[in-house]
């Protein structure tokens, strides 16, 4: 048992490339969701999803899409990467979406910097 | 979204009780009240959480008030090891979110 994955760990983009980043659980979690952390700040969510082809936006959505294909995985994309965006992003699960109960598990991150 | 409130930073003595409080004053009858810390270089991870009764866990308690208008993270003998940012987030029924706030940066002095 895994847990959440997050890949890859690092990454270095130039201005205006594209690029996705990962995100699997392997506990059958119908809920998942993408925080960005910036440096000294809280987490602020970006999109989430209450199970596979239902997605919704969060705080921040802007420049990012996600999909949400099977259960397992939660690809975050970046379409355009600008300075902005640099920041460390967190995927999270958690069991089920009924339930205000139970906790969540996050990932232990992405560090993006665009250059 | 429902909004909490917390002290930017607070510090203990190793070994010390530590009381960490949140402000909620916009809870609705519904919402959990829920606490993660986050290590440094880490993801945040589950500390606690509770509707309207206190909890115990092997990490914490959760002490909320009787109007649940605030809550207090206990930890009962702070060690090196929780010196992390503590956050506590409502987790509003009909929706899914969990909006972070800025949380407590806790400092445990040796």
């Known amino acids: 048992n895994a847990g959440v994955t997050q890949t890859p760990k690092f990454q270095v983009l130039k201005t205006g490339q594209s690029m996705t980043l990962q995100c699997a659980q392997d506990?059958?979690?119908?809920?998942m969701s993408w925080y960005r952390q910036d440096p000294g700040m809280g987490l602020r969510l970006i999109h989430y999803?209450?199970?596979?082809?239902?997605?919704d936006q969060g705080e921040v959505p802007n420049g990012y899409n996600v999909s949400r294909s099977t259960t397992e995985d939660f690809p975050l994309r970046l379409l355009s990467a600008a300075p902005s965006q640099t920041s460390v992003y967190f995927c999270?699960?958690?069991?089920?979406?009924?339930?205000?109960?139970?906790?969540?598990?996050f990932g232990q991150g992405t560090r993006l910097t665009v250059v | 979204d429902a909004k909490t409130t917390q002290p930017n930073s607070m510090e203990s003595n190793e070994e010390e009780p530590v009381h960490l409080p949140c402000n909620h004053s916009?809870?609705?009858?519904?919402?959990?009240i829920h606490w993660y810390r986050q290590l440094p270089s880490q993801g945040p991870e589950y500390v606690i959480h509770?509707?309207?009764s206190n909890v115990n866990n092997r990490m914490a308690s959760l002490a909320i008030a009787e109007d649940r208008k605030s809550s207090t993270l206990i930890l009962h003998r702070a060690t090196l090891r929780d010196a992390a940012v503590y956050y506590c987030?409502?987790?509003?029924?009909?929706?899914?979110?969990?909006?972070f706030g800025t949380g407590t940066r806790l400092k445990v002095l040796a």
């Open positions: 999270a699960s958690r069991p089920h979406r009924g339930r205000f109960n139970t906790e969540a598990f």
């Open positions: 999803s209450v199970g596979a082809g239902i997605t």
């Open positions: 916009t809870i609705s009858g519904t919402d959990y």
């Open positions: 509770g509707l309207t």
């Open positions: 987030i409502l987790f509003t029924s009909g929706t899914y979110k969990y909006i």
């Open positions: 506990m059958n979690h119908e809920y």
